[in-house]
């Protein structure tokens, strides 16, 4: 979640992880439409989505097929080498052994 209100450039906006003030519903709908959006774009390793979210309402403003700059600070924080597994689902390598996290997982 950025913290600055929209037209703030993400590169240099304040990121908090896990979310703190977007609702749950807001967050299932994120969620859901990066699904779809992965899976309708055969996505297989790191992307970058951007959403803006006010009330109820959730677009998609931005979807770039790459890591973004939060990438090493989201990997940090979750304690989690993404890179290590972007790279094997480019490749097509099973992250199984990887205990990855989910979209639903806290406290890391």
């Given at each position: 979640e950025h913290i600055e209100n929209a037209g703030v450039h993400s590169g240099d906006?304040?990121?908090?992880?896990?979310?703190q003030d977007l609702s749950?519903?807001?967050?299932?709908?994120v969620r859901d439409a990066a699904r779809k959006i992965v899976k309708r774009l055969n996505i297989t390793g790191p992307v970058n989505i951007q959403f803006v979210a006010k009330g109820t309402d959730v677009m998609c403003i931005e979807c770039n097929v790459r890591a973004s700059r939060s990438f090493p600070f989201v990997s940090k924080t979750m304690g989690v080498d993404y890179?290590?597994?972007?790279?094997?689902?480019i490749m097509g390598v099973p992250t199984d052994d990887m205990n990855l996290p989910t979209l639903e997982t806290r406290d890391r």
């Open positions: 906006a304040t990121l908090v992880l896990p979310a749950a519903y807001t967050q299932q709908r890179i290590e597994a972007a790279t094997k689902a």
